[in-house]
């Protein structure tokens, strides 16, 4: 079965990265997201990943701090992911490039458009640190940003729920689960699927997004052929 999404731009949760431990890094979590990665390469995926760092900071519980300094720790606790994950998928044999939207030469590349999407032609996966670079913007708008400079054919966010709901699933037993959402929806009823800046960069840009569980890495490949195991966001107004 062919790759219905060739060119993805992959977003991965701090938290997802920490497994059962809550806090840093569980490699014994990280090695199956990166083995299915590999397995998505082989298929002939080209894909741009964007890391999280709330496995080790967070900028909104950092009390009276000033929130660019705040941000910036943040940034720098993505970059601690981005290194961790390019090398569990050295560790696979997938090749790998680490960029930075801040300059740290010693460590990673600087992020630059061309070079990323010259790496993705190449089947290296490219991992982007540091976040936009700029205080005050989530991880989630780094995914749509960098999806749409790459030109990715879609989003994909891995989180530890199986997509979409209208209420949170953990707490709510009647919580309903989308197959389809359009992003005037997402936006109009506040759903959490994304921050709104990030949400509303994914609409103006044509950009699918799609919702699914990482706690399943082979979901990843699932994701890529097309098969229904999460939720879909898009432009459009029909839904299943």
Known sequence: MGLKYQRVLLKLSGEALAGEKKFGLDFDTIQPICRAIKEAVSLGAEIG???GGGNFWRGRSSGSMERSRADHIGMLATMMN?????DA??????PVKVQSALAMPQIADVFVRDKAVSYLKEKTVVVFGCGTGCPYFSTDTTAALRGAEIGADIILKATMVDGVYDKDPHRFADAVRYDTLTFAEVLEKNLGVMDLTAASMCKDNGMELMVFDLGKPENIVKVLKGEPVGTLVTNETTKK
């Open 82 to 86: 981005a290194l961790a994950v390019a």
């Open 49 to 51: 990943i964007v890391v």
């Open 89 to 94: 998928l050295e560790d696979e044999g997938v």
